[in-house]
């Protein structure tokens, strides 16, 4: 089992930056990939980018290329999501997601454990 717990939300103008902590306990069975997905509300919770288990490769959805970087400190079993550039559009709850395996997808349904999420509020 796997726990997860966000930290780093909050409240920042159009065009400021926040970081997303992500720290993972427990005892996963293989190396973990790591995910952020968001919720707006009334909206079904979407995919924002992956690492996979040794930061070697990511992806992001095209809405935040450019202005999020995901990153990980497997010493301190830690994923970050650095968002800058931040537009009223990101404003939703982000959940941490990790997934068993050595590689990340864009499903949601691929990801083992959740975190309770963090939220982001974006002004204009």
């Known amino acids: 089992q796997v726990q997860l717990v966000e930290s780093g939300g909050g409240l920042v103008q159009a065009g400021g930056s926040l970081r997303l902590s992500c720290v993972a306990s427990?005892?996963?069975?293989?190396?973990?990939?790591m995910g952020w997905f968001r919720q707006a509300p009334g909206k079904e919770r979407e995919f924002v980018t992956a690492?996979?288990?040794?930061?070697?490769?990511?992806n992001y959805v095209d809405s935040v290329k450019g202005r999020f970087t995901i990153s990980r400190d497997n010493a301190k079993n830690t994923v970050y999501l650095q968002m800058n550039n931040l537009k009223p559009e990101d404003t939703a709850v982000y959940y941490c997601?990790?997934?068993?395996?050595?590689?990340?997808?864009?499903?949601?349904?691929?990801?083992?454990?959740w975190g309770q999420g963090t939220q982001v509020t974006v002004s204009l």
């Open positions: 997601a990790a997934r068993e395996a050595y590689r990340g997808t864009t499903q949601l349904n691929d990801y083992n454990y």
């Open positions: 690492i996979n288990w040794n930061g070697g490769a990511t």
């Open positions: 427990g005892r996963p069975s293989v190396a973990l990939t």
